[in-house]
């Protein structure tokens, strides 16, 4: 069993920055590839990145590819996600998941978070 707690969220202008953070507790956490995903209002959730169980890989989907970078440290259980030049539309509650290996599909996934809300005024 792994809990997921994300933090970080919060209002942020267009071209600012902002970083999340998802705090793991339980076992295994370091054997999980992490991933984030964002839902914003009467949208579908979707993929925004996942890092591999080590870190050595990382993918990102195009919408924020540049932009966004996932990271972890498994020594203090946590992933993050550093969003640059923010947009409007990355407006979301952004999610941290953890899964078996690295997939952009979201029920793949086995644990998630609560969410945290991102809002990027224009």
């Known amino acids: 069993q792994v809990q997921l707690v994300e933090s970080g969220g919060g209002l942020v202008q267009a071209g600012g920055s902002l970083s999340l953070s998802c705090a793991a507790s339980?076992?295994?956490?370091?054997?999980?590839?992490m991933g984030w995903f964002r839902q914003a209002p009467g949208k579908e959730r979707e993929f925004v990145a996942v890092?591999?169980?080590?870190?050595?890989?990382?993918y990102y989907s195009d919408s924020v590819k540049g932009r966004f970078t996932i990271s972890r440290d498994n020594a203090k259980n946590t992933v993050y996600l550093r969003m640059n030049s923010l947009k409007p539309e990355d407006t979301a509650v952004y999610y941290c998941?953890?899964?078996?290996?690295?997939?952009?599909?979201?029920?793949?996934?086995?644990?998630w978070g609560q969410g945290t809300q991102v809002t990027v005024s224009s």
């Open positions: 339980g076992r295994m956490f370091s054997s999980y590839s």
């Open positions: 890092i591999s169980w080590s870190g050595a890989r990382t």
């Open positions: 998941a953890a899964a078996g290996r690295e997939t952009g599909w979201s029920s793949e996934y086995d644990y």
